[in-house]
């Protein structure tokens, strides 16, 4: 478990984690939320990987990614595990991804180690986790334990996604509810207390990377106004805002998310590369 040595937080030993590893070029690193994996970025990837390097990580203790007995689960463990990823591979820096929790472990990597980040993506991110996030998670754990599995799925089912995109994808549905019942809740119970007490409003300002924002209007687990709460606070970052989408935007908006990123990513590479530049504190198109 993690320690606190001098009030700074240490990390627990690197867990190796299962990476999907596809396509060439400047690395780009997605890193998943609460109880996912790396297939939430599924539908990304034929988007991305004739342009970049993409690296999709299991993060531990969810999807293929295992976790020792008495494992941490806070961010330090989880950034402790990602830093030993791109060292395995030799990749000095990378540019992140992060959608919902895994957006916060990425905003807490562009603070903690900015020499190992070329940018930040943040997908349904937020500086701090507030009372109503907060609610949603705790509803879910109880859900959980008083009614089982196809419950929870429901009640996800109604919280994460846009009504009328689940009404025409119940494949979706389908899918969900029948993958529940396989999956091991430990890892994401004791991440979501850690993300319960996410709060970086005391040194989002100090934030040095290019960051773009990627929020839904209608997210019912990240209020939208975290996305504008977010392009306030970081000096050099842009937001796009996304109509009709709950807060699965990966897997409700994939084109749109991916080519998204790609622009972005173009434009932060651009100057390493002697070609000029627009500034990035104009509103992304």
Not at 103 to 125: F, H, I, M, N, Y
Not at 186 to 214: C, H, M, S, V, Y
Request: hydrophobic share 40%; charged share 25%; net charge negative.
């Amino acid at each position: 478990m993690p320690s606190a040595v001098g009030g700074v937080v240490s990390a627990s030993a690197p867990v190796p984690l299962f990476v999907r590893d596809e396509g060439r070029g400047v690395p780009i690193v997605l890193l998943h939320g609460l109880g996912g994996d790396h297939t939430v970025w599924n539908g990304l990837v034929p988007h991305l990987a004739d342009r970049f390097r993409l690296l999709l990580p299991d993060l531990r203790g969810h999807g293929a990614s295992g976790a020792p007995a008495g494992a941490g689960f806070g961010f330090a463990d989880h950034e402790s595990d990602l830093r030993a990823l791109l060292r395995d591979r030799q990749i000095p820096s990378a540019h992140w991804v992060g959608f919902s929790a895994g957006a916060l472990l990425a905003l807490r990597l562009g603070l903690d180690q900015p020499e190992e980040v070329r940018s930040l993506t943040l997908v349904g991110g937020s500086v701090y986790t507030d009372n109503h996030t907060r609610g949603i998670t705790e509803r879910w754990a109880e859900t959980l334990r008083t009614e089982g599995v196809d419950a929870l799925a429901l009640r996800q089912l109604k919280d994460l996604y846009y009504p009328d995109w689940i009404e025409a994808h119940l494949e979706v549905a389908d899918r969900l509810r029948d993958e529940l019942p396989r999956r091991d809740f430990r890892a994401a119970t004791l991440w979501a207390k850690e993300a319960a007490a996410f709060d970086e409003r005391g040194r989002i300002a100090t934030l040095t990377r290019p960051t773009l924002i990627i929020q839904a209007m209608n997210d019912e687990v990240v209020d939208a106004s975290h996305g504008r709460i977010l392009r306030q606070s970081i000096s050099d970052s842009r937001i796009r805002i996304l109509a009709e989408t709950g807060h699965m935007v990966p897997v409700e908006r994939p084109a749109e998310t991916a080519e998204a990123i790609a622009a972005f990513v173009t434009e932060v590479e651009r100057p390493r590369t002697g070609e000029p530049s627009a500034p990035l504190s104009r509103a992304f198109p």
